[in-house]
């Protein structure tokens, strides 16, 4: 397998099975607990949440040369991924990076960009960006696309790729992307908004394997974006201390938080660190092609937030 599938294979472990009341009670350990509404009602808490910090990486895709910031850039050669300069299809600036999942007859098809953050990793990262669906995105069903953050021990940048439907064991990886689900055509194109999370006490999926568990907000508070506009999405996640589960996984939409959850254990070694993240797209069945833009990404230790305030958009209503 080359190193670009083990990628790309990592982008597309199946959600197939995996609904949110589908999952198998199968799990090892303690299983972590929605808090948002009550995250929101203390203003002491939310504010601790949302504490700035230090930028570690940001990317405003003003430069061809912006590819040269990953460690791994799928369908570059192919045209499929590729920092377009058009004032109309930037966020801010002049540029944004596209990416397209071409049309395969059905097939998964898809683009992406890993970066790597350094073997040292960090404990607690939040991983802002704005992302837009072109006016036709339809994915059909399941699609990865949205962005994602892992934490691997070592220095192997592609440790935990290509275990897609298999349990982190908590001395190696785990991970995190927020993403979009149509949960078949209930919802229009791209879907409704969750965290499609891999942690050592996931659940099992009814089939026997360990699919990506679908950790989402109060169902009726699921937010289904809109194509052909920017979101501004972020997500974060804080690793538990070893022993304990105490770990945290949170995101929010336009600067709102969304989805805060508490009781993770996310590992058992103190090497499983955050260290890498993705953009990019990947379609499981491409009946026809499908474009995302991204912009103005920013990774930090403490909450990044929108560009501007006018960036505030009513598109999560709490």
Not at 96 to 123: C, H, K, M, N, P
Not at 175 to 180: D, H, I, K, Q, W
Request: aromatic share 12%; glycine share 12%.
């Amino acid at each position: 397998m080359t190193m670009g599938n083990r990628i790309q294979k990592l982008v597309a472990g199946a959600i197939v099975g995996c609904t949110v009341s589908g999952i198998a009670a199968a799990q090892s350990g303690p299983y972590p607990t929605l808090v948002t509404a009550e995250t929101r009602a203390n203003p002491e808490t939310l504010a601790a949440l949302e504490r700035p910090g230090k930028i570690v990486f940001s990317d405003g895709f003003e430069s061809p040369e912006s590819v040269k910031k990953y460690f791994e850039v799928r369908g570059l050669r192919e045209g499929r991924a590729k920092v377009v300069t058009d004032a109309g299809a930037a966020h801010s600036g002049r540029s944004a990076i596209q990416f397209t999942a071409v049309a395969r007859d059905g097939q998964e098809s898809g683009s992406g960009a890993s970066g790597w953050l350094g073997a040292e990793g960090y404990e607690r990262l939040y991983f802002r960006r704005y992302i837009k669906f072109a006016a036709d995105y339809d994915q059909g069903n399941l699609n990865h696309v949205g962005g994602g953050l892992a934490a691997v021990a070592g220095a192997d940048r592609y440790r935990g790729m290509g275990s897609a439907g298999k349990r982190p064991q908590g001395d190696d990886h785990c991970n995190s992307a927020f993403e979009p689900w149509c949960d078949w055509r209930r919802f229009p194109p791209p879907g409704y908004m969750f965290l499609y999370t891999y942690w050592m006490d996931m659940k099992r999926d009814r089939d026997g394997n360990y699919w990506g568990n679908m950790l989402g907000p109060a169902t009726d508070e699921r937010a289904v974006l809109q194509r052909n506009r920017w979101y501004c999405l972020e997500h974060m996640i804080q690793v538990n201390d070893l022993g304990q589960a105490n770990g945290e996984l949170a995101a929010w939409i336009d600067g709102k938080l969304y989805i805060h959850y508490k009781g993770f254990r996310w590992r058992t070694s103190a090497d499983v660190k955050l260290k890498r993240f993705n953009i990019g797209v990947h379609v499981h069945q491409a009946a026809k092609d499908n474009t995302v833009w991204y912009d103005d990404v920013a990774l930090s230790t403490g909450y990044v937030g929108l560009v501007t305030p006018s960036d505030a958009f009513e598109s999560v209503q709490p």
